[in-house]
């Protein structure tokens, strides 16, 4: 006679530690609304706009994490689709004031038709005159990023035809070039009556883009709809993908189209952190869409941990700290203090990297990576006070901010190249130190193996009596 296995004591606790995850994270966001309106009511303009712009480059980098963390793919053109979703949206909420002021403008290659174009006038003439209000800002702007991310979306699906055929270095290539495209194209003439050409258009309304209920909604929002596709069976799939393409399309995995449903995905949350981005900066222009802006991302995912929303979170916290509050690196100082600084942050780089490995028990504790850093600040500290009158002059660390993070990423890459946490993501259960001794039911579900006793011998499913005799025997 047939037996069915019981359920393991994971998954009988499993809807109790979901009621209890569920609250945790409600008490979570209750606090960080607490946190966030404790910080605004500083009456700092500089903190609420770094806050706000972590928001914004957040979506940016969770969205370009999907690509590279998740899926495995090496992509170098997210700043051409924030470029697509940028433009559109900034076309479709531009004031009339600041219509008018380009209409009337000489050196203008807008036209009265392209400038016609805008969410409020769309609402108009579908009778809807009550969207079309100055209250109604807000739903009009919503739907100017909304299609700022289809059409971001649009492109890139295709961007992610080639990635069928490309894999590697090559589909890298294809990506930073697509990007350039993008962006030297809204420059020429097909495009400059939508673009406005190198001049762009200002006019854009910073009442949400440097709001940080807003730029945070939309991140959470991020958040979850891509931790949910982490999870699912589908995220599951593109990590198959990015750890071996060839088994995970011998075991069945459509490899085509994950790829592109990871591309246009993550294109559409990209086109959204551009809109956002123009209402940030209160206009539109090409040079605010530069290869520098997917760098900064790539930190950001690079420093935190690729593959982990988490850890893309805490990079991106740390690449707007230093691009916000990074002015005393472009100050100008003597070459002796110049000297000094290197020296400091040489040392604390090689005490740290000692530190960390000493800490996780890593041998040898004193990498050569370390030893190099610490030979440099040695190094400087010793040219500045050895002979200080042959070093006279001053020196300004123009872009200094940028160099900054390039060392940083090259200490991360030599010392700890998975990042700050891996692919570890926060968890209450981590948190709790709860071991899981099973796979969830949402598990079970969407992958069918785990209860197929002829391929999981320990799941869930119908045993026959031998294996029933062979356990009391063993028992």
Known sequence: ????????????????????NLALTLVAIGVGVLVLWGLESLGSAKLTQALALFAVWGVATVSLNLINGTLGILSLGHHGFMLIGGYTTGLLILDEAARQRILTSARSTMTEQTLGISVG?????????????????????????????????????????????????????VTFGFGEIIRLSASTRLFSAYTNGALGFPGVTSEFGKSVWWTFGVLAFTVFVISKLKYSSYGRAMQAIREDEIAAQAMGVNVAYHKVLGFVISAFFAGVAGGLWVSWLGGVRLDFFLFQLTFFFLVAISAGGTGSITGVLLGTALVVFVRQYGDPLEETYSIQTWLYLAAGVLGLAAAGAFAFRSLRRLRPRLHWGALVLAGAAALAALVALIDPSAIEGTFRGFGMRAIFLSVLLIVIMVFRPEGMIGRAEFSWAALLREQRSGPTDEERAQDAWLSNPQLNPGGEGPRDDADATRDEGGR
């Open 1 to 20: 006679m047939a037996r069915v296995a019981t359920p393991t004591a994971f998954d009988a606790i499993d809807p109790a530690r979901r009621l209890r």
């Open 121 to 173: 006038n769309m609402l108009q003439s579908l009778g809807l005159d009550a969207l079309a209000t100055p209250e109604t800002l807000w739903f009009r702007y919503l739907l100017a990023i909304f299609f700022g991310g289809l059409l971001a979306a649009v492109a890139g699906l295709v961007v992610g035809i080639p990635s069928l055929r490309l894999r590697g270095d090559y589909l890298a290539i």
